[in-house]
Antibody, heavy 124, light 108 residues
């Protein structure tokens, strides 16, 4: 059974840092692109970042570029999001999600598995 | 960045009735459009990708249509478990991947 379990959320002051993790099991983690998506309380879904299977290719939303760093440890089957210089507007539930690709295996078509999310609250 | 606009924001439907949800893209996304369902306190679930292909395990009462800039998600006969928020997402031109603001389907 595929499972994604986030952890590491909590309360942090503006300007602070936090690292959230996503432990994967039940599939070959090192073969999949992985993303982070966030959702502010009562709001919609917002894409944050993505990483390639080998960890070499990363991209970010403009709102977090230069402040957040996505990474992965394939030996530990774990995805990370290091969040620095946190702002009030970063308050959200952070979901990790596994990418579903098309029949060629090359192109993104959606997220087929999601974690349950971890809440990050930025407040003084 | 491609902006996705969903309408209506809230749709009130009786169980057993048909629900039609709309999603519009600010520019063509071809058929690179997905739909997700999210229930309170849960992660989203992929329903449709490629504008019209049902994801694994999704009941046939869910169908997607459209291409270019106009898309529709239809739930043919609403079941109690279908009351939720639905999001569309484009993946034609990214990053960033962009979602619509959501449509809440509530019990009438």
């Amino acid at each position: 059974e595929v499972q994604l379990v986030e952890s590491g959320g909590g309360l942090v002051q503006p300007g602070g840092s936090l690292r959230v993790s996503c432990a994967a099991s039940g599939f070959s983690f090192s073969s999949y692109w992985m993303h982070w998506v966030r959702q502010a309380p009562g709001k919609g879904l917002v894409w944050v970042s993505r990483i390639s299977p080998d960890g070499r290719d990363t991209r970010y939303a403009d709102s977090v570029k230069g402040r957040f760093t996505i990474s992965r440890d394939n030996a530990k089957n774990t995805l990370y999001l290091q969040m620095d210089s946190l702002r009030d507007e970063d308050t959200a539930v952070y979901f990790c999600a596994r990418v579903k690709t098309d029949s060629t295996g090359r192109f993104y078509v959606g997220y087929d598995y999601w974690g349950q999310g971890t809440l990050v609250t930025v407040s003084s | 960045e491609i902006v996705m606009t969903q309408s209506p924001a809230t749709l009130s439907v009786s169980p057993g009735e048909r629900a039609t949800l709309s999603c519009r893209a600010s520019q063509s996304v071809n058929s690179n459009l997905g739909w997700y369902q999210q229930k309170p306190g849960q992660a989203p679930r992929l329903l449709i990708y490629g504008a019209s292909t049902r994801a694994t395990g999704i009941p046939a009462r869910f169908s997607g249509s459209g291409s270019g800039t106009e898309f529709t998600l239809t739930i043919s006969s609403l079941q109690s478990e279908d009351f939720a928020v639905y999001y569309c997402q484009q993946y034609d031109n990214w990053p960033p991947l962009t979602f619509g603001g959501g449509t809440k389907v509530e019990i009438k």
